[in-house]
């Protein structure tokens, strides 16, 4: 967990973008879901959107991926684009028989490049075992593998972390961004995690119906109109981390074992080195406190 | 001399084989109701084959394609929920369609024979017609389906890995529409989802992939189609009603024996 994302330099300016959002409206019958959005996606880039229910997360995704049309405004997609799509949960009926295999294959891939794409997000095992039988954080790597499958310059994961426990999410997190840095893609992810997601990501955009605030995850943090949307209470903090998780969630102590110190008035940037800076929602710190 | 049997046994095998996988994707997808608004307009077809004195599967086959297009027309304006388009599409067809039949002059219609089916009056032109139409439904299945199992796991995900999700969806219902115009005659206008279903259903316990169940299906409606003529030649009964009964019975057995597995 050293090398947090955060302390990347912005992307070179004249980089050319995976796809650039200019003005994006879109309405659903009157009701204007997205107003004047912007949005640039470029290679090797981390690009977390967050924002309230109902804020039109899901609908600007759409339009990434060219599943939806905007109303107004402009879409443009570089001509080798070639998206990796993880959506944000699968159903599978309990009546269709499928194994995990199976279910890459719809990638058009064949079974060594489904055993790869198994390999590199940790599930090897599990090419022949039913999806129905898979667990929340399985079942999230094998969605990843099947866009790794398309061999993506840029991937969009839609709220990657969904229904895994939280170490499984950090652990996620990291091979998000061990894959953006082996495969230099873009990435644009959803999440309403404000905690774990903010070390994983170059660029926060907080949306609702239009853009909030942008930048790292340290400058929209302390941004008025982030506050303001998801409360006074929410406050950076840093905290060394003095210890390592095993497999099963439990704490294995390093050398210094003194507590993790949150420190919820300081609102600079957090220290270099061991440091990693992050955002603590006070109505998602329960979820998040056992990794605090 | 039982040519009327063998007739049957033929007409009933090739409903039975396209009903495996067609009858699975119903399944899958969730199309029950769907397939059971296309029997139910099947009816109106046959009134409108006897007032245009067409053929009546031809006519049952241009009607089930026309109900598939009001539905995606509805589903496209989505003012409604689908169940609901459905319900009103499939029992106001039902019931005009028997109000059609009975208004038609100088024709005393056999309804027991429309609704629950009269396999056993088939003659070698039906079944050439079921046949080829079984042929040629099974022929677009097995292109399409690696792309028709891709939208029932994830429509969006299909979407963006390219596949025209929404022609697809067109061609389903068409294809259902075709595999209901030819069940017609082996089990009538009530019991063809039934038939689609059952094997489907009885299939999932023994199949590990979606193409075991699809052919698993295929198996057990054709176990069922011969189950149900001998059914009705020893005790003399409904020759469509005993291939469902058979159907389910295998179902039940399947059920049970899973149960005491577990």
């Known amino acids: 967990m050293n090398n947090p994302a955060v302390l990347r330099q912005p992307a070179d300016a004249s980089m050319t973008a995976l796809i650039e959002l200019q003005g994006i409206g879109k309405s659903f019958a009157t009701r204007p879901v997205l107003q004047a959005v912007n949005l640039n996606l470029l290679p090797g880039r981390i690009v977390t959107l967050i924002g309230p229910n109902g804020a039109g997360k899901t609908t600007l995704v759409k339009i990434v991926l060219g599943l939806l049309q905007p109303d107004c405004g402009r879409v443009q997609r570089s001509a080798q684009l070639q998206i990796g799509y993880m959506p944000q949960k699968l159903y599978i009926d309990p009546t269709l028989p499928l194994q995990v295999e199976r279910f890459l294959q719809f990638a058009n891939a064949d079974t060594v490049e489904c055993l790869a794409a198994l390999e590199r997000v940790g599930i090897a095992h599990l090419m022949k075992q039913p999806v129905s039988g898979l667990s929340g954080g399985e079942m999230q790597r094998m969605l990843l593998a099947r866009a790794l499958l398309r061999k993506p310059n840029l991937l969009v994961l839609d709220e990657p972390v969904q229904g895994v426990d939280v170490t499984g999410q950090e652990a996620l997190y990291q091979l998000i961004g061990e894959l953006r840095d082996e495969l230099n893609c873009g990435i644009l992810m959803v999440s309403h995690d404000l905690h774990l997601v903010m070390a994983a990501t170059d660029e926060v955009v907080c949306l609702n119906q239009h853009v909030c605030c942008h930048g790292t995850p340290q400058q929209v943090s302390v941004d008025p109109a982030f506050v303001a949307l998801f409360g006074a209470k929410t406050a950076l903090y840093t905290h060394d981390h003095d210890h390592e998780h095993d497999l099963h969630s439990g704490v294995v102590h390093g050398p210094r074992s003194a507590p993790c110190q949150q420190d919820s008035l300081r609102n600079g940037f957090p220290d270099k080195g061991s440091t990693h800076g992050g955002v603590v929602s006070s109505a998602l710190q329960g979820k998040n406190q056992a990794d605090v | ?262």
């Open chain 2, 1 to 262: 001399m039982y040519d009327f049997l063998y007739l049957a046994l033929l007409a009933g095998l090739g409903v039975a084989i396209v009903a495996g996988p067609m009858g699975s994707l119903v399944v899958w997808q969730r199309m029950a109701y769907f397939g059971e608004t296309l029997a139910h307009g099947a009816l109106l077809g046959i009134a409108l084959g006897m007032w245009l004195a067409w053929s009546s599967s031809l006519a049952v086959i241009v009607v089930c394609l026309l109900i598939a297009a009001l539905l995606i027309t509805f589903e496209s304006q989505q003012m409604l929920a689908t169940d609901t388009v459905l319900g009103i599409l499939s029992h106001s067809s039902l019931a005009l369609g028997l109000i059609a039949l009975t208004l038609i002059p100088g024709v005393r219609t056999d309804m027991e024979a429309l609704l629950f089916g009269d396999i056993l009056t088939v003659t070698v032109a039906e079944v050439t017609l079921v046949w080829l139409m079984a042929g040629g439904v099974l022929a677009a299945l097995w292109r399409l389906w690696p792309m028709l199992l891709s939208i029932t796991v994830h429509e969006d995900l299909a979407r963006v890995e390219g596949v025209p999700v929404e022609r697809l969806k067109i061609v389903l219902k068409l294809l259902l529409a075709l595999v209901v115009a030819i069940s017609m005659k082996v089990v009538g206008v009530l019991l063809i989802t039934a038939l689609l279903i059952i094997p489907a259903a009885t299939a999932r316990h023994f199949a590990k992939t979606p193409e075991q169940m699809a052919s698993l299906a295929s198996v057990v409606a054709m176990l069922a189609v011969c189950a149900g003529l001998a059914a009705s030649w020893w005790v003399n009964t409904p020759v469509g009603p005993s291939i469902v009964v058979s159907a389910s019975v295998f179902f039940v057995v399947v059920f049970l024996g899973r149960g005491r597995q577990v």
